[in-house]
Every structure is written in C-alpha cells, then in structure tokens.
C-alpha cells in the first residue's frame, strides 16, 4: 500500500517538530527557534529530563492525529514512559491545545520561548507527564500501570480508543507483565479498545531489555500466547518507519472493528484476538549517532542528557547546534514562531485532539452515581450488643442496588482480587455477575461476559483499572483483604500524588472517590494466619495529604451504611472504609449510627457509668469493630468487678476526627475532643491497627501522653480470634487490667480485680490449647446480662 506523500510529509513535519521541541525543552533557556547562533548563555543551567524515550512517542502521537482525522475516532493517549513529558507537551503544544490551557504558551515566539524554557525550571512544568498535562491521564513516573489505567480507562466505554504506550523497560515490571491478561475482561460489545504499542527501543536506564533480545518469533509467541496479534514496525529511517506505522495503525484499528462490529451484532462466540504493535526504533532515535567517539543514538546513552555539558565544552556546544539544527526549525515555525502549516495539518480538528479528550479530564464526564437509601438497609438494634450480623453481607445487599441502580449507566464496577464471595459481598451476583471473556464451564459461579464484577488476582490490575475508570469520569469500590491492599502502597501513593495535583489545577474537573473496602482483616481469624494480619495501609495513607484522605472504621452495620453511602457520594477522596464479613455484635440503631458517623466520635454513655460533665477514672476509647467489642467488654466487666470505678466509653468512627482543625479538616475542636476525652483522664484506647497511628494523630492534643493505646504489635498465627486480641495485649481482659493499673485510688479493690483478669488470661490460654476454640464467656459474650439488666 501506497500512502500520499503529502500527508507522510506532513507527518514528518509534525515529528520533527515534536522531536525539535522536544531536545530543545531539555536545553535551552532562550534562542528557542536558534535564530541566533547557540551560545553557552542559552543554555539551560540545569539540564533535567530524558530524551531516549521523545521520538517514539512523538511518532506514535503524529500517527495516531492521522488516525483521528482520518476516523473521527475518539482516542486518547496513554504514555507508560511519561519521562518522555517534553516530546508529549510538544505534541499538545503543536495542535493548539497547550495554549488553551496555559495561555502564556501562546503559538507565536515569545509563547514558544517561554514554553521550551518553563520545562523541568522552577514553577514550569515538572519533567515527566502530570495531571498539568492537557490530555494525560496517567502520571508515567512510576512505571508498570499504563496498561491496567488504559483498560480502566475503556471499560464500559464502548466508543473510546485508548492508545498506550508500553516502555520496553516498563514491560519487565511486575504489574505490566500482568496487565497484559487484563484483554481477558475486555467486553468488545460493551467496552471500549485498548492499543497496546510496545515501545521497545532496546534500552531502559542503562542496560538492554528482555522484550527487545528474545528472538522475534518468541515475542510474536509471547504475545499470542497473552491473546493478541502483534505487528512489528522496526527502523530507524523515518520514511520507511512513516509508512509502516501508518499500515501497522490502519491494521490494529480495523481490527478493532472487526472485532467490535462482531460482538455487537452478536456474532462473536471466543475471545478476540486483540491487536498489538511493537515499534522497535533506537532509544534517542535522531540525536547525534556519535559522542566523543561513542555511539549515542539507539544506545542507553540517550536515556537522560544526551549531551551533558554543552554550556561549558565548546565541542558538544557545536554538536548539540548541529542536532537541533538537524530538524530545520526554520522549515517548521514561520516568522511569528507559529507552527506553519505542513506541521498542523496532521493536527485533528479542535474538539478531536487528543490533548482536549474529556475522556483524560473525566470529571467533565461525570454523573451522579444513583445510591440507594441505605437506611433502608438498616439492621434491628432494639438494645445495644444484643444481636449479631455480619456486615459486609448487608454491605453486599447495598452494593447490589447501587449496581440495579447504575445498571442503565453502565458506571460503577466492583474489582476484587477473587475475594467478593470470600468476604461475603455476594449479594451483588443477584444483580451482576463477575466480568470473564474466556471460556466458561459448568462448573464455574456467577461468571458472565457483561459482568459489572472484575475480580483478577492482582491487586495491582484491580488498583489500575479502578484508577483508570475513575479518571474517566465513572464510579466504582476496591475490596479486598487488608493485609493485601499493602500490595498496592505505592500505587495508591501515585494516585495520591495525581489528585492533590489536579485539585490545585483549576480546569481539572473532581472525579469520584477512590473507595477502599477491606474486610478480612487483622482480627478476623479463619483459614489464615500471620501472613495475612497486617493492617499497615492505615498507615500508609496517613502520609497523604489530609484534603484527600478519610479512614472509616465503623463499629457496626449501621454505621458502615451510613458510612459507605457517604463515600460512594464523596469526590476527589481517597475513603477507606475498614469492615467485618464475620457475624458481629450490633450496637446502634439507624438514627444513632447516623448521629455517631456525623460526629466522627462519641461517648456511648449507655456503656459507661459516669453523668454528664462528670470526670471519669478511666476512658475507653475503641476504633475497629473488634477493639470496638473488646472496649465495650471490658467496661461490661469493670462495672460489674468494680463498680465504684469511673468508667466513659469513647468510640471513634472517623479516624481523622482524632485529629486537631488545622491539620486536617475532619478534625475534632479542642473542646469537643476534651469533653470526650477529658483533659487529664487517663485513656486507654483499643486500637485496630498499629498503635502509632492514634499517638500520631493525637500528638497536637492536651496532653496526649495520658493515652494508652493498644492494637496491632505483630503479634500473629494462626489461633483462635479472642486469642490474636490476647496475643496483642487488646483484649477485655487486658484492657480492663490496663484501666485498673492507672487508677490507684481502688487500691486492694483494684488488685483483687486485676488477678482476677489476670486469672481469665491464664483460663483462656490453657482453654484453647485444650478445646481449639474459645471460652464460651468469651464467645457467648454480649453486652445484655447482670450489668445491662442492673444498668
Ligand atoms: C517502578 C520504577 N522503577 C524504576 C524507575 C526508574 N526508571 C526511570 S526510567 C527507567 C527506564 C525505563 O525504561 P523503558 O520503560 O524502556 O523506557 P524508555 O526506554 O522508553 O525510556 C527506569 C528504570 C521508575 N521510574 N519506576
Ligand atoms: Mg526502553
């Protein structure tokens, strides 16, 4: 096939172009267009960016404006090696878009000066892709999540063509490798299409790639083996590269098509073979092939700085000029400094450009995520820690009509990493079912091809692929067990990092919030042990910056309602919500659950045994739904073992309510905090994470070191639950033994009571070892009985 040379010219021109403002981002500080002769003076004092990665990315970009204006197809651009940001900003520069939205880079000389020298300096634009980036919707620093965001992305979006660029460094991470299966839950009736582009240009920092030395034909294999056909475009001649990118795009897109138009005429019966391009182009493709004797372009030396002292060696001055010179700027911007013609008339129309897709700004695309009243879903509490319910069941019920509701939309998923029945969420199956394209078996449980459920085991794909439907615009939750949400600390950091950026940029729209479940948690014994008890992503998300994070831990049912409507309804945060599958005592009806999750915390005077305004011995503080029971056990056994002591029940639903004001804007006033919490009470506080995190929050309060707290000390194996509560020194028994120790006024009381404790201590650990289960006091325990009735 033949293509008009006029329009390979012209995609030339817009390379080039992008190439020159490209290398000219990473160098110069002024003479932007080199309309004077480079001297040391315009060179940038610090030379910070990559260069390796640029002229892929430009060419994948000048290709894919073919496409679209000779499509209409609506695409955005995915850059997994997002240190290429100057080649992409060129691009976005060069069809207009960047001056849209910054209106210093204007088309014209002083615009393009100012832009070529904001790069990588102080209040510019930082060196890899952003949320400032018009048209990006993943920040490529971390690498390993473009292709999980890029199938996030197309989900439920049937029109959409997301093209992602795949580094061939970047393929060797861990979550890259695993996204490439993510085509097995890629509806091609009802989902948009993912591109994959391996990017392999040989190199990463600076040793080979795997993908770029296996023979051809075992990367051709690897890939159908993932599910895909591949196509190779390969040369480092840009005419001859022109005309087969250009063939290999006509190839991926009509393939697309095929695919789509089958299934959604209801022809399509197995798996479509997706397409897949693999360009393989030097790293530094056109910079200088020599430097000082040795080779530069398609070696790891282009990686960063190409040429590293130009201000200072006359020689590499020469050489740089030379490169730069290379492209002929003079061909490609006229007298104004405007991109001439032949260079924009690759350029989509103004809506269709890919630096302007609402996809990549998806709160512009957003729409309310139809919920429920979940007060409907309310449990019976006729009196407190009477009954017992497991509540991600109810959770599931809840979930379900959310997913009954969206149905129309089409915009709220549920991803998991195969856990959905193991935490007891499966009431959502009567509503959908989980997402799977490849063959089904007679066998196999709630499976479908249009299945809202995506459940992959990869915490990785389920943390991208959520990440990505947010971003364009759509709603959706993260369960999962605690222990192993940690897998994705550093994913959900990126993300952080994403959203604190695009809430500072003011054309960014707010999306919905990032929803984390996790239930089979730290305390909740079954088949599993140590390794799975780690509650340390409370942890991490306390780093965050307190304008995006909340942490919920509802004591009970209702509270977790009330606390799950409200974060499915939230924008722009990053909710995690810490709950139990086991069956657990209830302790609020509705209107107190609502009360007590709009207060972030408060004193349950039922549970305790002090008047109003009156100072107690002693507060209990509980935060978790198990430290939340043992709490309110040891108050039960206080009361009844010694009941001149004085004893206020605290409990803590939103953690950041803890807090004070000025550091984050759950933040309890100081009065509110003292009149729960009293000013010089001593208060020993059940914990259901690591006890740091409580002494971190409370650290601005009056006198925080009156607080004792108790949680999760690494103590773990597989045993009975109430035995993990012993192991780590939080059960009712310690509790109540704690609160006894720092109230001397008792006396001979107060020691008689603690060997008493102690005692229970004793019976329990020879109780379990004996019978493998534990004490029916403990087990049968609720909160009715001789202190309830007397009370
Ligand atoms: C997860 C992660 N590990 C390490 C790095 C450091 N790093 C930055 S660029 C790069 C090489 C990337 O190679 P490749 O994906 O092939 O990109 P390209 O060759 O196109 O620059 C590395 C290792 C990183 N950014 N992210
Ligand atoms: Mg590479």
Request: charged share 25%.
């Amino acid at each position: 096939m033949t293509y008009p040379q006029e329009r390979l010219d012209q995609l030339d021109s817009f390379f080039r172009a992008a190439n020159y403002l490209g290398a000219a981002q990473l160098y110069l500080r002024d003479n932007a267009l080199l309309r004077e002769p480079l001297r040391p003076e315009h060179i940038k004092p610090r030379l910070l960016g990559h260069w390796g990665t640029q002229p892929g990315l430009n060419l994948i970009y000048a290709h894919l404006n073919r496409l679209i204006q000779d499509t209409g197809q609506n695409v955005i651009y995915i850059v997994g090696t997002g240190h290429g940001a100057p080649g992409v900003l060129a691009c976005v520069y060069l069809e207009g878009t960047l001056s849209a939205y910054y209106p210093d880079f204007t088309q014209d000389y002083a615009g393009l000066n100012r832009f070529v020298r904001d790069f990588s300096w102080p209040g510019g634009m930082p060196s890899h892709l952003t949320a400032l980036t018009p048209g990006a919707m993943h920040e490529g620093g971390e690498l390993g999540y473009s292709l999980a965001h890029a199938f996030g992305a197309a989900f439920d979006n049937p029109d959409l063509f997301v093209a992602c660029v795949v580094g061939d460094g970047e393929a060797e991470t861990g979550p890259l490798a695993g996204s490439w299966q993510s085509n097995k839950f890629l509806n091609p009736a009802t989902d948009g299409a993912v591109l994959p582009i391996l990017h392999l240009n040989g190199y990463k920092l600076s040793g080979p790639t795997i993908l770029a030395r296996i023979g051809k034909d075992e990367l051709r294999d690897y890939f159908k083996g993932m599910g895909y056909a591949s196509r190779e475009v390969a040369g480092d001649d840009p005419a001859i590269v022109h005309h087969e990118m250009w063939a290999a795009l006509d190839w991926a897109r009509r393939k697309i098509r095929r695919i789509q138009q089958s299934a959604r005429s209801g022809r399509l019966q197995e798996l479509p073979e997706w397409p897949v391009i693999i360009l393989r182009t030097p790293k530094g493709w056109t910079d200088p092939k020599m430097l000082d004797g040795k080779p530069l372009e398609g070696t790891f030396h282009s990686h960063q700085i190409p040429i590293e002292d130009p201000a200072t060696n006359p020689a590499h001055l020469k050489l740089l000029e030379q490169w730069l010179r290379s492209y002929k700027p003079e061909e490609l911007f006229d007298e104004e400094g405007k991109p001439v013609s032949q260079v924009s008339a690759i350029c989509p129309e103004r809506e269709k450009c890919m630096g302007r897709n609402r996809n990549a700004n998806g709160g512009e695309l957003l729409k309310e995520l139809p919920v429920p009243n979940y007060s409907e879903y309310a449990v019976q509490v006729s009196h407190p820690g009477e009954s017992r319910t497991e509540g991600t069941k109810i959770l599931g019920r809840y979930l379900r009509d959310v997913f009954r509701a969206s149905a129309p939309e089409r915009n709220f998923r549920l991803f998991c990493p195969d856990e959905t029945t193991s935490n007891r969420l499966q009431a959502v199956f009567e509503e959908t079912l989980r997402d799977w394209q490849l063959p089904m078996v007679a066998s196999d449980e709630f499976l479908s091809h249009d299945g809202r459920v995506v459940e992959i085991l990869s915490e990785h794909c389920c943390q991208g692929w959520l990440e990505g439907y947010l971003l364009t615009g759509r709603h959706g939750i993260f369960a999962c067990y605690e222990a192993f949400l940690t897998i994705i600390d550093s994913m959900m950091a990126q993300y952080a990092k994403w959203r604190k950026m695009s809430a500072e940029i003011p054309w960014r729209k707010p999306v919905a919030s990032l929803n984390y479940v996790i239930t089979s948690h730290v305390w909740e014994q079954d088949h599993n042990g140590y390794s799975h008890q780690g509650p340390s992503f409370i942890n991490m998300l306390l780093t965050k910056k307190a304008s995006e994070t909340r942490i919920y831990l509802p004591p009970d049912v209702n509270c977790l309602l009330s606390v799950a409507d409200h974060c499915l309804r939230s924008r722009d945060y990053i909710n995690l919500i810490v709950t139990s599958k086991k069956p657990m005592l209830q302790w609020l009806d509705m209107p107190a659950a609502q009360a007590h999750c709009a207060a972030k915390a408060s004193e349950w005077t039922w549970a305790g045994n002090v008047d109003k305004g009156e100072e107690p011995d002693i507060v209990l503080a509980g935060a978790g739904d198990v430290p939340t029971r043992e709490t309110l056990a040891a108050a039960w056994w206080l009361r009844r073992e010694v009941p001149d002591l004085r004893v206020r029940v605290v409990n803590v639903v939103d953690l950041f309510g803890l807090r004070s004001p000025q550091d984050h804007p759950h933040g309890m006033e100081e009065e509110r905090f003292n009149r729960l919490f009293g000013e010089n009470s001593e208060v020993v506080f059940a914990f259901h994470g690591y006890p740091n995190v409580i002494h971190e929050l409370i650290h601005h309060r009056p006198n925080p070191t009156r607080f004792h707290v108790r949680g999760y000390m690494e103590e773990g194996t597989t045993t009975t639950p109430f035995d993990m509560c012993v192991l780590n020194q939080l059960s009712r028994y310690d509790l109540a033994i704690d609160a006894l120790r720092r109230t001397p006024r008792l006396g001979d009381k107060g020691h008689r009571a603690i060997q008493m404790f102690e005692k229970k201590l004793q019976d329990h650990r020879e109780y379990i070892r004996q019978n493998d289960e534990d004490m029916p006091e403990v087990q049968q325990w609720d909160w009715t009985g001789p202190v309830a009735q007397a009370a």
